[in-house]
């Protein structure tokens, strides 16, 4: 399912591009200060590696199948010598890919909600736990349901600390940041954001989570929906803000 | 080298000249603009206090915009201009995102244009559009490392601020208080 997720993904990231003929112009240069430059190189890289490695569990899915090339073969024999190394590979890059989104908002000085070191491993943590969901939901082996149930627990609390954390940095901030911050305590984004991001898609779920490692019936698909849901909203609700703060002179 | 600007707030009758002879000057497409004209009133009525500021990009010493900028299609040319390669752009938005002074737009062709403090006539000798035209002549245009400059001579003689200080990004357009 990742690479598919990830190609659907790149494609909205095309269509949010006004140039769009000139894109190629990402891969013409590097440029080390730019974080979107970042992104573009590490999408590059692991999409491609994320297609090779599910690729070659396909056999292992569908008994039956046959690659159609010979090359194709050998390439499924060399992923599959490798496995252990790519698999290195690729979570070191789905890590910088995870903190992207975060690092490129927070490198707009001109939003000062988003102007801040904090939301890179907020918007990480964040991704990792709706990752953890959707494995809590897709999976068929319990052990490995309670393993990731026990994971996205963590993942929840750290996320909980950064949130409270981001609110406490930006009220000891300069004056544009605590603007920015009532946005979220008592203006516009307040409701949504401590009722569908904080209570909704985190705290409720957490609870959810809790009760079923205490052997309490619930479908795991509950709380894993309402963390991604919660993910998705969290992910809205910051970049919309984050467009309306700005400088004031 | 550092070009700059200087700009009396206090001879500024907010006529919008300088918009509209860039918009001729650069073929700015109908509805955008590259500079425009901003009222602050300070007190209450009726006592008063207008301030007048044409603004556009402060070509930033420290500029967030080129720093983002994935491919290098904003740059840094001879005396701090900042410019963008149409070509090279690829309407990702970012540095319209990082820019403090709204100073960037997006050009319907796709790409981003902002001021390129008119590079085109700087490089003939020639003032910018806007500066030439003001019919108060409120604005200043030239290099800060040459003492003798107008602009040098200005930020000597006047009180003066930019925009927005804290952001860090250095602006050079000056305003005269
Ligand atoms: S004013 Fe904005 S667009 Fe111009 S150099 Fe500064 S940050 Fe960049
Ligand atoms: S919109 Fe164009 S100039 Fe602006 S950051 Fe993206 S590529 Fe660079």
Same mark, same amino acid.
């Given at each position: #399912?990742?690479?598919?997720?990830?190609?659907? %993904?790149?494609?909205?990231?095309?269509?949010?591009?006004?140039?769009?003929?000139?894109?190629?112009?990402?891969?013409?240069?590097?440029?080390?200060?730019?974080?979107?430059?970042? %992104?573009?190189?590490?999408?590059?890289?692991?999409?491609?590696?994320?297609?090779?490695?599910?690729?070659?569990?396909?056999?292992?899915?569908?008994?039956?199948?046959?690659?159609?090339?010979?090359?194709?073969?050998?390439?499924? %024999?060399?992923?599959?010598?490798?496995?252990?190394?790519?698999?290195?590979? #690729?979570?070191?890059?789905?890590?910088?890919?995870?903190?992207?989104?975060?690092?490129?908002?927070?490198?707009?000085?001109?939003?000062?909600?988003?102007?801040?070191?904090?939301?890179?491993?907020?918007?990480?943590?964040?991704?990792?736990?709706?990752?953890?969901?959707?494995?809590?939901?897709?999976?068929?082996?319990?052990?490995?349901?309670?393993?990731?149930?026990?994971?996205?627990?963590?993942?929840?609390?750290?996320?909980?600390?950064?949130?409270?954390?981001?609110?406490?940095?930006?009220?000891?901030?300069?004056? +544009?940041?605590?603007?920015?911050?009532?946005?979220?305590?008592?203006?516009?984004?307040?409701?949504?954001?401590?009722?569908?991001?904080?209570? #909704?898609? #985190? +705290?409720?779920?957490?609870?959810?989570? +809790?009760?079923?490692?205490?052997?309490?019936?619930?479908?795991?698909?509950?709380?894993?929906?309402?963390?991604?849901? %919660?993910?998705?909203?969290?992910?809205?609700?910051? +970049?919309?803000?984050?467009?309306?703060?700005?400088?004031?002179? | 080298?550092?070009?700059?600007?200087?700009?009396?707030?206090?001879?500024?009758?907010?006529?919008?000249?300088? /918009?509209?002879?860039? @918009?001729?000057?650069?073929?700015?497409?109908?509805?955008?603009?590259?500079?425009?004209?901003?009222?602050?009133?300070?007190?209450?009525?009726?006592?008063?206090?207008?301030?007048?500021?044409?603004?556009?990009?402060?070509?930033?010493?420290?500029?967030?915009?080129?720093?983002?900028?994935?491919?290098?299609?904003?740059?840094?040319?001879?005396?701090? /201009?900042?410019?963008?390669?149409?070509?090279?752009?690829?309407?990702?938005?970012?540095?319209?995102?990082?820019?403090?002074?709204?100073?960037?737009?997006?050009?319907?062709?796709?790409?981003?244009?902002?001021?390129?403090?008119?590079?085109?006539?700087?490089?003939?000798?020639? @003032?910018?559009?806007?500066?030439? /035209?003001?019919?108060?002549?409120?604005?200043?245009?030239?290099?800060?490392?040459?003492?003798?400059?107008?602009?040098?001579?200005?930020?000597?003689?006047?009180?003066?601020?930019?925009?927005?200080?804290?952001?860090?990004?250095?602006? @050079?357009?000056?305003?005269?208080?």
């Amino acid at each position: #399912m990742a690479p598919f997720l990830l190609v659907l %993904g790149l494609f909205f990231l095309f269509l949010d591009l006004k140039h769009k003929l000139f894109f190629w112009r990402l891969y013409t240069t590097i440029r080390l200060e730019s974080p979107m430059s970042w %992104g573009a190189w590490v999408l590059m890289v692991i999409t491609p590696l994320s297609f090779l490695w599910s690729a070659s569990y396909l056999k292992e899915l569908v008994p039956t199948w046959r690659w159609r090339w010979k090359f194709l073969e050998r390439l499924e %024999g060399l992923v599959i010598r490798y496995r252990t190394p790519i698999a290195w590979v #690729m979570i070191l890059y789905s890590l910088i890919l995870g903190i992207y989104t975060g690092i490129l908002l927070s490198a707009f000085n001109a939003r000062p909600l988003w102007n801040t070191a904090l939301l890179g491993p907020l918007f990480l943590v964040s991704g990792l736990s709706t990752g953890a969901a959707t494995i809590m939901w897709m999976s068929k082996i319990h052990l490995e349901r309670r393993l990731f149930t026990r994971i996205d627990l963590i993942l929840i609390g750290i996320e909980l600390f950064l949130i409270i954390h981001l609110f406490m940095g930006f009220l000891a901030g300069p004056e +544009v940041q605590i603007e920015a911050a009532s946005l979220f305590l008592n203006g516009r984004y307040a409701l949504p954001f401590w009722g569908l991001v904080v209570v #909704m898609g #985190m +705290v409720l779920p957490f609870f959810l989570e +809790v009760l079923e490692l205490r052997g309490k019936k619930i479908p795991a698909a509950i709380p894993a929906i309402l963390i991604l849901a %919660g993910g998705l909203i969290f992910r809205i609700i910051m +970049v919309e803000a984050g467009e309306a703060t700005r400088y004031l002179y | 080298m550092r070009y700059a600007m200087a700009i009396d707030t206090k001879k500024c009758v907010g006529c919008s000249d300088c /918009v509209i002879a860039c @918009q001729i000057e650069n073929e700015v497409p109908v509805g955008y603009c590259r500079d425009w004209v901003t009222e602050t009133v300070h007190g209450s009525y009726p006592m008063l206090e207008l301030e007048l500021r044409s603004e556009r990009c402060n070509h930033c010493d420290n500029p967030p915009c080129v720093r983002c900028c994935p491919t290098g299609a904003s740059h840094v040319v001879e005396g701090g /201009v900042v410019l963008v390669t149409p070509n090279k752009c690829i309407g990702c938005g970012a540095c319209i995102e990082s820019c403090p002074y709204e100073a960037r737009y997006s050009h319907p062709d796709g790409h981003v244009d902002k001021c390129t403090f008119c590079i085109h006539r700087i490089r003939k000798g020639l @003032q910018p559009a806007c500066v030439a /035209v003001c019919p108060t002549r409120c604005m200043y245009f030239g290099d800060l490392d040459d003492p003798s400059s107008e602009v040098s001579e200005m930020l000597r003689t006047r009180k003066y601020k930019v925009l927005a200080p804290e952001a860090g990004t250095k602006p @050079q357009v000056y305003y005269l208080v």
